[in-house]
């Protein structure tokens, strides 16, 4: 049984950091890809970022980038993205995901998906 469980979520202000993790079990975590999406009440689930399988590849959305940085640790099967100046519109629930191999940006392409981890940023 595959799990993604996010944690690191919470409530932080404007201009602050948060890491969140990601531990993936149930598959071999260093043979996928992992991305990071968000979703905001209202709105579409959106990309944030993406690692592909060794590490060696990194896509960010264009709104996080030079403020968050993916990395992973196929040592202990996690994934993280660092937040930092964090944004009132970086508010939403935060997923992480998995596919085989090659990291994308879209939605639809991974198989495995987290519950979720609700970041709020105050102003």
């Known amino acids: 049984q595959v799990q993604l469980v996010e944690s690191g979520g919470g409530l932080v202000q404007v201009g602050g950091s948060l890491r969140l993790s990601c531990v993936v079990s149930?598959?071999?975590?260093?043979?996928?890809?992992m991305g990071w999406f968000r979703q905001a009440p209202g709105k579409e689930r959106e990309f944030v970022s993406a690692?592909?399988?060794?590490?060696?590849?990194?896509y960010y959305a264009d709104s996080v980038k030079g403020r968050f940085t993916i990395s992973r640790d196929n040592a202990k099967n996690t994934v993280y993205v660092h937040m930092n100046s964090l944004k009132p519109e970086d508010t939403g629930v935060y997923y992480c995901?998995?596919?085989?191999?090659?990291?994308?940006?879209?939605?639809?392409?991974?198989?495995?998906w987290g519950q979720g981890t609700q970041v709020t940023v105050s102003s």
């Open positions: 149930g598959l071999t975590f260093s043979t996928y890809a």
């Open positions: 995901a998995a596919r085989p191999l090659l990291a994308t940006v879209q939605v639809y392409d991974y198989t495995y």
């Open positions: 690692i592909g399988w060794s590490g060696g590849r990194l």
